[in-house]
């Protein structure tokens, strides 16, 4: 075999390997030890050249895939159309300054490398795009500086452009700076959305904060719109690999499951509310998405909305927190079903384990489909409302309606509380009650 061939070839695999075209399914240290691994490889056929035809006596420095020769440095405003592609070996851009795509579409091709430096952000707004469209084994790679954890902020969409996409993406070393109304854990986050963006087959790691945050903690309503979410992993986090306003979960809920969460600081589907955001309004079906949902603050229903939960869904529950409606007077129509499987129940628990930790369910709506149906509820009983119990079902106005059936209460002062307009179907043996002061209370 022709000895240039040879090196051409293996320079291109190895180019390639370090821009994320091979190994993908693997994590960042992987790729990093498969790629040095195949560079001692290299290194050693080029030795056992030496004496024979091979002529190209520099080949590593042609593959120095740390190299920003070729690279091309961005800052600023885009407002004009831009395509990005692939200069050649090692990164094709460096942003190192805030990055913002105003009314124009900044499109990324396969392969390209972004290197982002100096807290730098990519952010969209006034109907601007970002599309970053890579393929199987041609990815794009956000990642910061070598050598420097977490030296660019993430992205920020506030744009309802549809073309707004991130497909084939690794985005790595994001977190360095918070983002404007995302107050907790440090509001960092690889990226948070407030508008339109599809992401799909990509990869979220090494991230100083959340992997996703969706909403906006400002005076301005949330404008997520529907959004495709699909097969994208989460990994190595500081934080929830997802984070949202808890009514934008009807845009993503049968979604979640098809993505991989692992090794994050806070392993759970983070749900929050915020002063401009507190009611759930419409109907809401949650699923399973392999890992808990985590609630902050309580899930109220407005008038008429409707939540539906489905079979093995695990929640923690946040001190305080609780799950009812709103509008007592009024909500005649609004409607709570949580429907588990003999075998697959559902679960709501503390963060803590503790007895009283967070106020359970209050059931103060009519509706005659209310329902926990195969529930284990755990360390329900916190005192918001002047009675520590895990179910109430009161409504002195318009009645409240429930029906119970193969549910567990555990850890609570008391089981069930029934007030004035109550009525609760259960047969007997319908609730167990397993280390409870007192199942029922006035």
């Known amino acids: ?109 396969e392969n390209v490398i972004v290197q982002l430096e100096n807290d730098a952000l990519i952010r969209v707004i006034n109907d601007g795009a970002l ?60 990226i948070k959305i407030d508008g339109n963006i599809w992401i799909t087959n990509s990869i979220i790691q090494d991230i100083d904060g959340h992997g996703l945050y969706v909403g906006k903690n400002s005076s301005e309503t949330p404008q997520v719109k529907k959004t495709r979410f699909s097969d994208n992993t989460f990994s190595n986090c500081n934080g929830h690999p997802v984070l949202m306003v808890k009514d934008f979960l009807k845009i993503f809920d049968t979604d979640l499951a098809t993505c991989v969460y692992r090794d994050n600081t806070l392993q759970s589907i983070g749900l929050t509310s915020n002063a401009y955001n507190v009611y759930m309004t419409g109907s809401h079906g949650w699923q399973n998405p392999g890992i808990p949902f985590h609630i902050y603050y309580a899930v109220e229903l407005e008038v008429g909305a409707r939540l539906t939960i489905l079979e093995g869904t695990e929640f923690i529950m946040a001190d305080g927190s609780w799950i009812g409606f709103t509008n007592t007077q009024l909500n005649e129509s609004g409607m709570i079903r949580v429907v588990g499987e003999a075998g697959d129940k559902v679960l709501f628990r503390s963060e803590n384990g503790e007895r009283g930790s967070w106020g359970g369910f209050h059931f103060n709506s009519p509706h005659e489909s209310n329902l926990l149906q195969h529930v284990e509820i755990r360390d329900a009983g916190y005192n918001y409302f002047g009675t520590g119990v895990a179910v109430e079902i009161h409504n002195a106005f318009i009645g409240a309606n429930l029906t119970m059936e193969d549910v567990v209460i555990k850890n609570s002062d008391c089981g069930i509380r029934m007030g004035t307009g109550a009525v609760l179907t259960a047969s007997l043996g319908d609730v167990l009650y397993e280390n409870v002061n007192s199942e029922t209370c006035e």
Not at 54 to 70: Q, S
Not at 146 to 152: I, K, T
Not at 162 to 175: H, Q, S, T, W
């Open 1 to 109: 075999m022709n000895s240039n061939n040879t090196f051409n070839s293996l320079a291109f695999f190895f180019n390639n390997c370090h821009k994320g075209r091979q190994f993908l399914y693997l994590p960042s240290f992987y790729q990093n030890f498969s790629c040095l691994a195949f560079l001692f490889f290299l290194a050693t056929f080029s030795a056992c050249c030496i004496d024979g035809d091979c002529e190209e006596e520099d080949m590593l420095d042609e593959v120095d895939v740390f190299t920003t020769i070729n690279a091309v440095r961005k800052c600023g405003e885009i407002t004009e159309n831009e395509t990005w592609t692939d200069q050649g070996a090692g990164v094709d851009y460096i942003v190192d300054c805030d990055l913002i795509i105003d009314g124009a579409r900044l499109s990324i091709r």
């Open 131 to 190: 599309k970053a469209d890579g393929k199987e084994g041609e990815t794009i790679r956000f990642q910061g500086k070598q050598g420097e954890d977490f030296s660019w902020s993430g992205i920020l969409i506030e744009s309802d452009n549809l073309y707004n996409e991130l497909d084939y993406v690794i985005l790595e070393g994001a977190g360095s700076r918070n983002f404007g109304g995302l107050d907790f854990p440090d509001g960092k986050a690889a």
